[in-house]
């Protein structure tokens, strides 16, 4: 079974500096859609960055981009310039790709940025 | 604008009531998600929708159960409502490779 493991309950930042946000997950599959997803406290979860495993170079965003290391199962969040708005929950999720099947999410890190 | 629209933001049930949450979306994906939020254990998955009539249970079923008669709608039953089914339920939906997931504004439920 497919695993999702964010091991960040929380993390604060200054406004303006760079975060990085951990996710490692557990798979024999090797085509997979990884993917960060945030939910600000107003609760509408929005999708910040997704990451196709059959492509080497990793994807950004603006101020987001990933460090995608498929041989250690890694896939963190860097948010640069962090701004207030950031301060949201952050969710680290993975689906298989070419296939229908279940979005499995980690657990969640709570990021909190201060002016 | 693409949408998912959960019928109630916050609903205070009784123990022992047949409690539905509405989940409808205007973007004729396949896929439809529930999903129940805990604090300190992220998001998981009760039941998923890959078509009309179809459902697969996800990890956490028991105690649910589900119903998509039309691709727009996916609806997420709780027979007899338990305390211990007090949560945020969140619905999703995505187009059937997944390649992006959209949610509702999430329900709040209270079983008292």
């Known amino acids: 079974a497919q695993t999702v493991t964010q091991s960040q309950p929380e993390m604060s930042v200054q406004e303006a500096e760079t975060v990085t946000l951990s996710c490692t997950y557990d798979?024999?599959?090797?085509?997979?859609?990884l993917f960060w997803y945030k939910q600000p406290p107003s609760r509408q979860m929005i999708l910040v960055i997704r990451q196709e495993a059959y492509k080497q170079q990793n994807a950004t965003e603006n101020r987001f981009s990933v460090n995608f290391q498929k041989a250690a199962k890694s896939f963190s969040l860097k948010i640069s310039d962090s701004q207030l708005g950031d301060t949201a929950m952050y969710f680290c999720?993975?689906?298989?790709?070419?296939?229908?099947?279940?979005?499995?999410f980690g657990t969640g890190t709570r990021l909190q940025v201060f002016p | 604008d693409v949408k998912v629209t959960q019928s109630s933001r916050y609903l205070v049930k009784r123990t022992g009531e047949k409690v539905f949450l509405e989940c409808v979306q205007d973007?004729?994906?396949?896929?439809m998600f529930w999903y129940r939020q805990d604090p300190g254990l992220g998001l998981r998955l009760i039941y998923f929708?890959?078509?009309?009539?179809?459902?697969e249970k996800g990890d956490i079923p028991e105690g649910y159960s589900v119903s998509r008669e039309k691709k727009e709608r996916f609806s997420l039953i709780l027979e007899s409502a338990s305390t211990n089914q007090t949560s945020m339920y969140l619905c999703?939906?995505?187009?059937?490779?997944?390649?992006?997931?959209?949610f509702g504004q999430g329900t709040r439920l209270t079983v008292v």
């Open positions: 973007m004729d994906h396949e896929n």
């Open positions: 999720a993975f689906c298989w790709a070419y296939n229908t099947d279940k979005l499995i």
């Open positions: 798979t024999s599959e090797s085509n997979y859609y």
């Open positions: 999703a939906s995505s187009p059937r490779l997944n390649t992006e997931a959209f």
């Open positions: 929708s890959y078509d009309v009539k179809m459902k």
